[in-house]
């Protein structure tokens, strides 16, 4: 007579890599409900240097009208103006 009680290696692995999908794709999903963490000046210049380089004409945006500041952003996506660094046109740290 056999023991039917136990379990084999297989049905191990099996259950395993089961657990593991599920944990993997809760974190997927939980990641996403994060709130982001960009302001609404960095997504104001992201798209308008987005929309600089899709159209090819350059895009001008006001980032602070009391000290008429305003950034350029170039069709190469190039940035010229306060806010932005030149090279990349990543929005700049406002707490520099």
Known sequence: ???ERAVTLIELIVVLAIIGLVVGLS???LASLKASGE???HQALRQARGQAIRTGIPVVIVTNSARRMTDRFLPDGRAIGPNV???TGAPRDSTR
Do not use: F, V
């Open 27 to 29: 974190g997927l999903a």
């Open 39 to 41: 302001s609404a000046l």
């Open 1 to 3: 007579m056999k023991d």
């Open 85 to 87: 660094d030149p090279l």
